[in-house]
């Protein structure tokens, strides 16, 4: 039975006299198989409270660089800070770098300046780019860990992704929109940027899993907008107006608003709409009916996780960081999740 611990420190936590836990650890004969229990569950007491002691006055600074529209950054940004407080012991204190357009040498740039002015973690949400990885790299060089949310950079020296399983995400869309709008026209699937790894696989994982449901329908693809809104009404009203058989979209990165807004103009309304996170827009939109549904993940629950694996990193918590997807949902306008409130709608 190893261990770290003085027998005082065991027989304290057990409530069992010195002599009785000596006899414990030394395997001597005359002790009862429940007072081993007692002993071992002790030790793993110990171990666990070992870890909090290891956190206990330890203030962690994280920055959280993301490329992405600001209703999408503001919601990450609240989550985080609501999930900082959660984090006790530790002292967990936040930078914010939150652009909305995706240039792979501008987050490059931020990423060395965090390295120059010194980090405990980077949450990163930025394209597959090689400037990227060469910044995430030179920062893990520097002993700074980077957890990519959301969308990965997956040949980076990362040392974890959080975020949904974006190919199953992708198929779930095909799935739902297959059902839901019967007419089989084609569909649009708007993207904001060729470079985000997430992105691409939600659109594999649509086209893949609607090919095999339906195989002769047809997809149009609207991409290079960063999900800004002008950009987007823009480039979707001409897809409107070069193709009359679109009934159905798959939102892969936002900018729903001015989609819709792009139908109404054209006198269309499509069959079905699938979109992804529970942003402002987006709740607004579900609550309004005119989309079917969104593809939800806890953003809480991902900041969380990402702020104890750079914690793990650092080896004040146990375990070795890993990536693991979170639960993706389906919500409808009849089953949003509970602590929704109206002042994420603007």
Known sequence: MRHPYRIREIAQQAGLSEAT?????????????????????????????????????????????MQAPERFS???????????????????????????ESEPERVAGTLAAIGRRGSHGVLLKA??????????????????????????????????????????????????????SPRGGTVLVTVSSSTFWGEDERETGFRSTLQQMTPAREVREVTDTDGLDEAMMTAVSNVLAEDASIDAVYSVGGGNVATLRAFERAGRTPDAFIAHDLDGDNLGLLRQQRISAVLHHDLHGDMRRACRL?????????????????????????????????????
């Open 127 to 180: 394209p597959n780019a090689r400037p990227v990885v060469d910044a995430v790299d030179a920062l893990a060089e520097q002993g700074i860990p980077a957890v990519t949310l959301f969308t990965d950079v997956p040949h980076s020296q990362r040392v974890a992704y959080v975020g949904i399983d974006n190919l199953a995400a992708g198929a779930t869309a095909a799935y739902l929109l297959t059902r839901w």
């Open 74 to 100: 503001t919601a990450v940004r609240a989550a985080l800070e609501r999930e900082l407080p959660a984090l006790r012991p530790a002292v967990v204190r936040s930078r914010f770098h939150l652009e909305e």
């Open 21 to 65: 836990v000596d006899r414990v650890l030394h395997g001597r004969p005359g002790v009862r198989p429940s007072t081993v229990d007692e002993v071992q569950r002790a030790i793993a007491d110990l171990d666990r409270q070992r870890s909090q002691l290891r956190l206990s006055g330890r203030t962690f600074m994280v920055d959280l660089v």
């Open 310 to 346: 750079v914690m793990q990193a650092h080896g004040v918590l146990p375990g070795a960081p890993d990536s693991r997807p979170s639960q993706v949902q389906v919500v409808t306008p009849f089953n949003q999740p509970a602590g929704l409130t109206d002042s994420l709608v603007e």
